[in-house]
């Protein structure tokens, strides 16, 4: 079973590849937050957890939602992170986490995919976004075929001074960091609410026409990323950095079959 989470789409673009190779069932745990769904799962087949990486570690959120939940069934677990570029020491906190849950720990890996920390700089365009979605596929399609033979998986990146950035780091990170606090909305705003819909805590509801935010912000930046006049920004620092939104992996699919990687 692949139960994934995702902000902008490229951890859904990483499982609905994993659910059609496999021929795995697939879970959105977006859909198990939102509308506040039962933690147990039920699985003959390992479970792989999917997820971005936030700070060098699985979201907070996640790791507080697999301590919580009850796996019935198959007792081995893999994990997959989707990053910009690094993991930390992500791997170690999960292989923690499987043994807290008594599970089989079967190795993690992440995968590099278009960055979508909206408030860090200037996020791909669309070209340079479609460029990494491919390099990234043949190391989405070995952590497939491992899970098919029941072999481990394997960190692949590497980061300097891990044990802090996924230690110290993370924890000011999500103490201090993690917040909607400085959000803002534009006249741009259309009062669409994508941003509600899309926003996996309910943290967002729209007040006069427009988006008003709640304290419960995860930071995953899908209400930014996924508005489609750009409208809400952090301060002003992300008004010139773009937005990233995964493309759908059907539709990626479909446009590489027409022989279009670019757009
Ligand atoms: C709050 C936040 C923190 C992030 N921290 C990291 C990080 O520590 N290392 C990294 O390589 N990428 C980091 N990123 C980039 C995302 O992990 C990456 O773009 C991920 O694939 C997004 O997945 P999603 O589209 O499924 O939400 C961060 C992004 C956000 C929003």
């Not at 499982?15 to 859909?31: F, G, Q």
């Not at 920004?233 to 590489?256: A, L």
Request: hydrophobic letters at 35%.
């Amino acid at each position: 079973m692949i139960l994934y989470f995702t902000g902008t789409g490229n951890s859904k673009f990483v499982s609905d590849y994993l659910a059609e190779s496999l021929n795995d069932e697939i879970i959105s745990l977006n859909d198990v937050i939102k509308n506040k769904k039962k933690l147990k799962f039920n699985s003959e087949r390992p479970y792989v957890v999917v997820a971005p990486i936030y700070a060098w570690r699985f979201p907070l959120i996640i790791e507080k939602l697999i301590r919580k939940a009850e796996f019935i069934g198959n007792k081995s677990i893999y994990f997959v992170g989707t990053m910009e570029s690094q993991t930390g020491n992500c791997a170690k906190y999960l292989q923690k986490l499987s043994e807290e849950k008594k599970m089989k720990f079967m190795g993690f890996s992440g995968v590099a995919m278009p960055n979508n920390y909206v408030i860090g700089g200037k996020l791909p365009d669309k070209k340079e976004a479609y460029a990494k979605i491919k390099s990234a596929i043949p190391q989405i399609r070995s952590i497939s075929d491992k899970i098919a033979l029941g072999e481990k998986l394997h960190k692949t990146d590497k980061t300097p001074f891990s044990a802090i950035l996924s230690g110290m780091i993370n924890s000011m990170f999500n103490k201090y960091m993690v917040s909607s606090k400085n959000f803002n909305v534009s006249d741009k705003c259309i009062s669409c609410g994508k941003c509600v819909d899309f926003c996996p805590v309910n943290n967002v509801i729209i007040k006069d026409g427009k988006p008003l935010f709640g304290e419960k912000c995860l930071n995953c930046y899908s209400c930014i990323n996924r508005c489609p006049e750009e409208a809400i920004n952090i301060g002003t620092k992300t008004q010139k950095n773009g937005r990233y939104v995964c493309p759908e992996y059907n539709v990626w699919k479909e446009s590489k079959n027409k022989g279009n990687d670019s757009n």
